[in-house]
């Protein structure tokens, strides 16, 4: 199984340091978010193009690194409209411009009624939240058609798609087959529900059986009586147990470090590496 690590995760810089990086600590690729990872880089639409695309592929490829994944994350159900229809048009130019990075998907999360706080609100699990959510997807899943690109899809326990059950309904809804999953398990877990992330991670498993693209790989703890993102290897997640699972179920998925400290990749790295090792 290939390792990969969200590159902006080291920092803002150009995309060779970046590579450089990423290629230091042992990764075989990259999830590559451009305005989040390049100094100069608005992410607007309009400011991508297929030189640019092949700079930044290039910038990795000669580190011997792939571009498992474009981040174009966005926010489908922002109360700024004007936004959600710019961001939309970003999307389009990522999908648009996904072979030329010569990766196989763009990926996003599915929005909250909190804007930019991308936080729980009553509202996100709403049938109108789902609604707008499957309006806009669509349009984005046939437009991917058109360009023969693909769109992978991460749910969330704040998000719209708050479980795997939603986001599963919303994918089958969509009805497309270049439209495919990202399991984080962190992401579907809270105060309330994390002694039971095991189940929730083999409900995912069972309901996006043979479309799962990619696991973001973290790691957490309780602190202050809430769940808190700590270092890969020095958490509660059984990695013995979920690695495991990935390999029996989804061995060609990527596995992508998502927001994890510069200072703790090392570690991380080795600790996984050693896990799979010995499955």
């Known amino acids: 199984m290939k390792i990969g690590v969200r590159v902006h995760d080291f920092g803002k810089s150009n995309a060779k340091i970046l590579a450089k990086q990423a290629k230091a600590v042992g990764f075989d690729g990259v999830q590559f978010v451009i305005n989040k990872a390049i100094e ?8 991508l193009n297929k030189e640019k695309a092949l700079e930044f592929y290039n910038a990795f490829k000669d580190e011997g690194l792939e571009i498992f ?29 996904e072979h030329e990075f010569h990766t196989k998907y763009v990926g996003t999360e599915t929005g909250s009624f909190n804007d930019d ?11 109108d939240a789902f609604q707008e959510d499957l309006r806009i997807f669509s349009d984005l899943a046939r437009y991917a058609e ?3 690109a693909n769109i992978a899809l991460e749910g969330a326990f704040g998000h719209c798609m708050w479980n795997p059950k939603a ?14 999953y990202i399991v984080d398990i962190y992401n579907y877990i809270a105060i309330e529900n994390h002694m039971n992330y095991k189940e929730i991670f083999e409900e995912a498993l069972s309901l996006f059986k043979g479309k799962i693209v990619l696991f973001h790989l973290k790691d957490y703890d309780i602190i202050d009586g809430n769940v808190k993102q700590v270092a890969i290897g020095k958490g509660r997640f059984d990695y013995d147990y979920l690695l495991k699972r990935i390999k029996e179920e989804a061995p060609n998925a990527y596995l992508i470090f998502e927001g994890s400290k510069p200072e703790d990749m090392e570690f991380s790295f080795n600790f996984i590496k050693n896990k799979l090792a010995n499955l």
């Open 117 to 127: 706080k991308w936080t729980y609100n009553p509202l996100n699990r709403t049938e």
């Open 69 to 97: 994944m474009l981040g174009a994350y966005f926010n489908p159900v922002h109360s700024n409209k004007e936004l959600v229809k710019e961001n939309i048009a970003k999307f389009k130019e990522h999908l648009s411009l």
């Open 146 to 148: 058109s360009v023969d």
């Open 167 to 180: 986001l599963k309904r919303l994918v089958d809804s969509i009805n497309s087959k270049n439209v495919f």
């Open 40 to 47: 100069g880089e608005t992410g607007k639409a309009g400011t």
